[in-house]
């Protein structure tokens, strides 16, 4: 006799998993499968904070009216004074007052792609810029000079329209002649005079040119362990130590070795005690890079968005406009990503974390740190980065899924109820869903949440009621039906006017799937 009982299905148990937002960051590296549960497979305009993922803040056009695409921006720092300037088309304008520009303050340039240096002597502060095809200016404080305007900007032995950068060590301006192997030094602490070559021809193997000169200080300061390094197209380094380069004592080689091919003149930026450097690599440190193999990806700090960065090295690698910016306020490095121009975009590090994001939205041909703030060169305007909640005046689009997880079963089962766990300032306009089985499109559908009631005084019941008007707390469920083997909350967003913070995600979900 069967059992009474067979025919009744048994009940089916649903279980509940949080699974924190996505603070891991963006890994284009592993597989679909091998991700961590903290990792993205995508996270644009998401910024992965230390304990929750943000949508990044907006922009404001700071300066406008200029005449093109601003490819160059400059920043003259002196004990008194600190300005900004933007290079377009074949002018140079003093954008260091926010609005409309006025005349420029330089002219009838060939291009606007700078390299410069800050220098000071005794004679006072002044900006040097090269571009490889005019003669080198000079920004004193007041007035722009150009070399062979005369004393004391004068320079001879070399053509500095041939120099396309330029970098300074021990007070000693370095100039790098365009397509040799060759830089030229400057009297100590001189804006001009007679210059003096370098020669690395007979020390390279690999041939090419110099790209760009470096300080690189073991310290993060300028002292007696700094060295002077010159990278070449090939990717060989050329590292000095040298007090004097005039006399046999004053300078000595330390050695060449070999990292990626450099990606753009402006392919370092300092970072912390080391240096960094956009490659065909990666971005690499200069102190890793040297001491261990190319083969060795752990190397490079964009390990975890490798194939994302050799993808978009590969297709765009010749464009203008690749270049990092460390900006200290909010522990980001960002790394320009110049797909065309007018559509560039930011693969952007937390520096305490080491998770990456990408940015979309802000068309930047070039960064400049000005007054601790970031400032990007658009189309006819200079860019306030990190500014606002708008991205002048248009929404923000933020867009992120999680890594697909198994959460503890490999079973297929299917997913019930989703519930985001979101702060804002406002009513956003958010989307979501759980995507199965690794499937990248999509799939998201509009997420409602009950508004928020600010408390009244003498009112509201204290410890119940919401006061002021900060973050609060948005996490009403949603339904689902999604079944598969494995989830991935998604999540969208396009707002503009009010913060937006992810900080976890529940899921309801039921074993067994389809009866």
């Given at each position: 006799?069967?059992?009474s009982?067979?025919?009744?299905?048994?009940?089916?148990s649903?279980?509940?998993?949080?699974?924190?937002a996505?603070i891991?960051?963006?890994?284009a590296?592993?597989?679909?499968?091998?991700?961590?549960?903290l990792?993205?497979?995508?996270?644009?305009?998401?910024?992965?904070?230390t304990?929750?993922v943000?949508?990044?803040?907006?922009?404001?056009?700071?300066?406008?009216?200029?005449?093109?695409?601003?490819e160059?921006?400059?920043a003259?720092?002196?004990?008194?004074?600190?300005?900004?300037?933007?290079?377009?088309?074949?002018?140079?304008?003093?954008?260091?007052?926010?609005?409309?520009?006025?005349?420029?303050?330089?002219?009838?340039?060939t291009?606007?792609?700078?390299?410069?240096?800050?220098?000071?002597?005794?004679?006072?502060?002044?900006?040097?810029?090269?571009?490889?095809?005019?003669?080198?200016?000079?920004?004193?404080?007041?007035?722009?000079?150009?070399?062979?305007?005369?004393?004391?900007?004068?320079?001879?032995?070399?053509?500095?329209?041939?120099?396309?950068?330029?970098?300074?060590?021990?007070?000693?301006?370095?100039?790098?002649?365009?397509?040799?192997?060759?830089?030229?030094?400057?009297?100590?602490?001189s804006i001009?005079?007679?210059?003096?070559?370098?020669?690395?021809?007979?020390?390279?193997?690999?041939?090419?040119?110099?790209?760009?000169?470096?300080?690189?200080?073991?310290?993060?300061?300028?002292?007696?362990?700094?060295?002077?390094?010159f990278?070449?197209?090939?990717?060989?380094?050329v590292?000095?130590?040298?007090?004097?380069?005039?006399?046999?004592?004053?300078?000595?080689?330390?050695?060449?070795?070999?990292?990626?091919?450099?990606?753009?003149?402006?392919?370092w930026?300092?970072?912390?005690?080391?240096?960094?450097?956009?490659?065909?690599?990666?971005?690499?440190?200069?102190?890793?890079?040297?001491?261990?193999?190319?083969l060795?990806?752990?190397?490079?700090?964009?390990?975890?968005?490798?194939?994302?960065m050799?993808?978009?090295?590969?297709?765009?690698?010749?464009?203008?406009?690749?270049?990092?910016?460390?900006?200290?306020?909010?522990?980001?490095?960002?790394?320009?990503?110049?797909?065309?121009?007018?559509?560039?975009?930011?693969?952007?590090?937390?520096n305490?974390?080491?998770?990456?994001?990408n940015?979309?939205?802000?068309?930047?041909?070039?960064?400049?740190?000005?007054?601790?703030?970031?400032?990007?060169g658009?189309?006819?305007f200079?860019?306030?980065?990190?500014?606002?909640?708008?991205?002048?005046?248009?929404?923000?689009?933020?867009?992120?899924?999680?890594?697909?997880?198994?959460?503890?079963?490999?079973?297929?089962?299917?997913?019930?109820?989703?519930?985001?766990?979101l702060?804002?300032?406002?009513?956003?306009?958010?989307?979501?869903?759980?995507?199965?089985?690794?499937?990248?499109?999509d799939?998201?559908?509009?997420?409602?949440f009950?508004?928020?009631?600010?408390?009244?005084?003498?009112?509201?019941?204290?410890?119940?009621?919401?006061?002021?008007?900060?973050?609060?707390?948005?996490?009403?469920?949603?339904?689902?039906?999604?079944?598969?083997?494995?989830?991935?909350?998604?999540?969208?967003?396009?707002?503009?006017?009010?913060?937006?913070?992810?900080?976890?995600?529940?899921?309801?979900?039921?074993?067994?799937?389809?009866?």
């Open positions: 006799m069967l059992n009982f067979a025919k009744i299905p048994r009940q089916q649903a279980q509940t998993v949080t699974v924190a996505p891991g960051g963006w890994n590296r592993d597989a679909l499968g091998a991700m961590d549960p990792d993205a497979v995508t996270l644009t305009n998401f910024w992965p904070g304990n929750s943000i949508l990044r803040s907006g922009y404001t056009q700071h300066a406008t009216g200029l005449p093109g695409q601003v160059s921006l400059m003259y720092n002196s004990g008194t004074a600190s300005k900004l300037f933007a290079a377009s088309v074949d002018s140079i304008y003093n954008v260091t007052t926010a609005g409309a520009v006025g005349s420029a303050d330089v002219t009838g340039l291009n606007a792609q700078f390299q410069y240096i800050n220098m000071t002597t005794t004679a006072g502060s002044y900006l040097m810029a090269v571009n490889g095809a005019d003669k080198l200016r000079i920004y004193n404080g007041t007035t722009w000079f150009k070399d062979g305007d005369g004393a004391p900007y004068d320079i001879t032995g070399v053509n500095t329209a041939t120099c396309s950068n330029i970098t300074l060590f021990k007070n000693r301006v370095w100039l790098i002649e365009t397509g040799t192997l060759k830089a030229w030094y400057l009297p100590i602490n001009g005079g007679a210059a003096t070559s370098l020669d690395m021809s007979s020390l390279v193997q690999e041939g090419g040119y110099i790209m760009a000169g470096m300080t690189w200080t073991l310290d993060a300061g300028y002292g007696m362990d700094d060295y002077l390094a990278i070449t197209s090939s990717g060989e380094v590292v000095w130590r040298l007090t004097d380069p005039t006399t046999p004592s004053g300078i000595s080689m330390i050695g060449v070795y070999t990292v990626g091919a450099p990606i753009g003149r402006r392919c930026t300092k970072f912390g005690g080391d240096l960094l450097i956009i490659t065909q690599d990666g971005v690499v440190p200069m102190s890793g890079s040297l001491q261990s193999s190319r060795d990806p752990r190397v490079s700090i964009t390990n975890k968005i490798q194939y994302a050799s993808a978009a090295i590969s297709t765009y690698g010749a464009n203008f406009g690749w270049c990092l910016l460390y900006y200290p306020k909010e522990n980001q490095l960002l790394l320009n990503v110049p797909i065309t121009v007018g559509t560039q975009q930011q693969y952007v590090m937390n305490i974390t080491k998770s990456w994001c940015f979309t939205g802000w068309a930047a041909n070039c960064w400049e740190l000005h007054k601790d703030n970031p400032y990007y658009g189309n006819g200079v860019g306030l980065a990190w500014n606002g909640d708008t991205d002048n005046t248009s929404n923000i689009e933020g867009f992120g899924l999680q890594s697909f997880q198994s959460y503890g079963t490999a079973l297929q089962k299917q997913c019930k109820m989703i519930r985001y766990h702060q804002s300032n406002g009513s956003p306009s958010v989307f979501g869903n759980v995507n199965v089985d690794y499937n990248l499109a799939e998201s559908a509009q997420l409602n009950s508004p928020s009631v600010y408390g009244l005084w003498d009112t509201g019941l204290w410890d119940s009621a919401i006061w002021g008007a900060g973050l609060v707390p948005l996490a009403d469920w949603q339904g689902a039906t999604n079944i598969g083997y494995t989830f991935a909350p998604l999540i969208k967003t396009a707002t503009q006017g009010i913060q937006l913070q992810w900080v976890a995600t529940d899921l309801v979900f039921e074993g067994g799937g389809v009866l």
